[in-house]
């Protein structure tokens, strides 16, 4: 059975962006307010990754008005 890579590499990155939604959401519910770079001084993540998480939250509406 061979697995395809490409499958691979999406199931890696939907689980490392839902890694991320958890900590992101984990420090909203520490600190009702965030910035990116309190984000990106707390997380152990790029802000690339940050700001697309939080993009995708936002329009889940679960967290609103990311500056």
Same mark, same amino acid.
């Given at each position: 059975?061979?697995? @395809? +890579?490409? #499958?691979?590499?999406? *199931? +890696?990155?939907? @689980?490392? #962006?839902?890694?991320?939604?958890?900590?992101? !959401?984990? %420090?909203? #519910?520490? @600190?009702?307010? %965030? /910035? *990116?770079?309190?984000?990106?001084?707390? !997380? /152990? !993540? /790029? %802000?690339?990754?940050? +700001?697309?998480?939080?993009?995708? %939250?936002?329009?889940?509406?679960?967290?609103?008005?990311?500056?």
């Amino acid at each position: 059975m061979s697995i @395809k +890579v490409e #499958n691979t590499v999406e *199931y +890696v990155d939907k @689980k490392i #962006n839902n890694q991320a939604k958890d900590m992101i !959401l984990a %420090l909203f #519910n520490e @600190k009702s307010t %965030l /910035d *990116y770079i309190e984000m990106l001084e707390t !997380l /152990d !993540l /790029d %802000l690339e990754t940050i +700001v697309q998480v939080c993009n995708e %939250l936002e329009q889940e509406g679960r967290i609103e008005g990311i500056d």
